[in-house]
């Protein structure tokens, strides 16, 4: 989501929701067991570069890409996986201008608090106790759906709150619920395969995650690494195109080419945290500044810097909750 949806009130409203949302899950990892913090940080990394990777979505011009946060939830638990989405979020606006800094705290809202605490409570309670593979994969892909929809009805809303771009609510949400649909479903099918998988290799990742980096398997997180360095290094050149669910449905109202492209209102808010963002973002849009430099390798260069980036600071969040935990008070 770009700031130019959001106005700057709306805008502090969502950050304040974030904050609040993130220092739950940090006071509740207090009491998890200690030692994941390298786990958040590599399955970090892996959803930062899979996220790289758009799907063209048929018969429509859009793309869509893997959200995570339902993912991350199931392997890891909700709170340490809202920690991890935030640190996904975070690197993204700040280095890449994916997603824009006034906006980040509805982004967080969005892709983040929806998926660990409302879709990922849908999963458990679809899939049971004890479920089969099948229940397990309708469970994933119901919960998924859910989340995508409600995410997107997140951003409908807080684009008409904030009220300074030429957006109709209701054609706007017409096209963004149904567009969000098919990109649910593969959301959907996606965190089945991974935690099917897991759930075979290890199955304590598959119950609300294993207890520390070291059960979870050192050649299983190790192959996760690896599968983070292939997709952010390699993978990440096959995305589409296409403009993304977001994108298309502003382009479908406004006629402009996407979100960006929103003639909304400018404040001193907006001009603040877009010079920030044009300073601290140092391959945005995934690329070199030059295009001289080449497209694959900036590509590369971003999935790979990327992926360390959000492995360094998701970790260090890990740790940094492990240590207030161990500290006196």
Known sequence: MADALLSPGVGA???GAA???VGHAARRLRSAPEGRASLMGVLG????TAQMINFAIPGTGSSGHLVGGLLLAVLLG?????????SILAVQALFFADGGLLALGANIANMGLVPCYVAYPLYRRLAGADPTPARRAAAAV???VAGCEIGALGVVLETTASGIASLPAGTFLLLMLPIHLPIGLVEGGVTAAVVSYLAQARPEWAAGGPASAAGAGRGLLAAVAAAAVVTGGCLAWTASDLPDGLEWSVARVTGTAGEAGVAGAVSRAHDLFSGLQERT?????YAFRSPAAGERLGTSVSGLVGGGLTLA???LFGWAISRRRAGPG
């Open 142 to 144: 119901a919960a998924a």
């Open 78 to 86: 909700p709170h340490a996986a809202l920690v991890v989405m935030t």
């Open 19 to 21: 904050a609040a949302g």
């Open 281 to 285: 973002a140092f391959l945005p849009g």
């Open 13 to 15: 409203v969502m950050w």
């Open 45 to 48: 990394a892996f959803v930062f």
């Open 313 to 315: 600071l998701a970790g």
